[in-house]
C-alpha cells in the first residue's frame, strides 16, 4: 500500500489562482522565496538537461518594464487595449518570477520535452507559492512573446523564450471556484 498524503492531495484538488491583479504587498522576501523556487525546479526533467532558468523580477523592475511595453506596443501598432493588457502585468504586480526556456541540443531529450519540462517548472513555482501561502497566477502576454521586449526586458537570448510570468504576492481576493474539467469526457481507459 502506499504511503498516502491526503492533506496534498486535498491541496492539489483545490487548488485555485488568484487573478495577478489582486495581488498585493507584501511579497515574499529573497528568504521566502528560496524554497519556493528550489521546489519549483523539482520538476521532471529528462537528461537533467536543466533546459530552463529563473529570473525573479522585483518591485523596482518594474517601471522600466512598463515603459519598454508601451514603446513596444507603440513600434508595433496595437490597440490601445492590447496596450494596456501589455504593461498591466507589470505594472499591477509587486513580484514576478519569469520562466525561461532554454531548450538544449540532445540527441536523446527532444525539444518539446524540454519545453514541457519548463512549463512544469511553472506548474511546479505556482504550486510552491500558494503551499507557502501566497497568492499565484501564471501569465504571459503579447510581451512575453515579442523579441525586442524579452531581449531588452529580460536580458533573453536569441535561442531563450519565455514559458510563464508567475505574479506573487499576498491574497487580496479569494475567487469562487471555478467550472472544472469533465475528467469522464477527457478520459479514455486503455486495457488491452
Known amino acids: 500500500m502506499p504511503d498516502a498524503r491526503p492533506e496534498v492531495l486535498d491541496f ?22 528560496g524554497p519556493i523556487l528550489t521546489a519549483a525546479l523539482r520538476t521532471p526533467d529528462h ?5 530552463w532558468r529563473l529570473l525573479v523580477l522585483e518591485a523596482g523592475a518594474m517601471p522600466r518594464l512598463v515603459a519598454l511595453a508601451e514603446a513596444r506596443a507603440e513600434a508595433l501598432g496595437l490597440d490601445p487595449e492590447k496596450r494596456a493588457k501589455g504593461r498591466s502585468q507589470f505594472e499591477q504586480s509587486h513580484l514576478a518570477v519569469v520562466v525561461v526556456a532554454i531548450p538544449k541540443p540532445s540527441d536523446k531529450v527532444p525539444a518539446i520535452e524540454q519545453t ?17 501561502g501566497w497568492g499565484a497566477n501564471w501569465l504571459t502576454g503579447w510581451p512575453a512573446h515579442d523579441r525586442d521586449f524579452v531581449r531588452d526586458g529580460l536580458g533573453l537570448e536569441d535561442h531563450e523564450f519565455v514559458a510563464g510570468i508567475i505574479h506573487i504576492g499576498s491574497e487580496t481576493v479569494a475567487p469562487p471556484d471555478r467550472p472544472r474539467p469533465d475528467i469522464a469526457s477527457l478520459t479514455t481507459w486503455v486495457s488491452e
Open 116 to 132: 514541457l519540462s519548463a512549463g512544469a517548472v511553472c506548474l511546479g513555482l505556482l504550486n510552491a507559492a500558494q503551499a507557502a
Open 47 to 51: 537528461g537533467k538537461l536543466e533546459p
Open 12 to 33: 492539489l484538488l483545490s487548488r485555485r489562482s488568484r487573478p495577478a491583479k489582486t495581488l498585493a504587498l507584501p511579497v515574499p522576501g529573497r528568504n521566502q522565496l
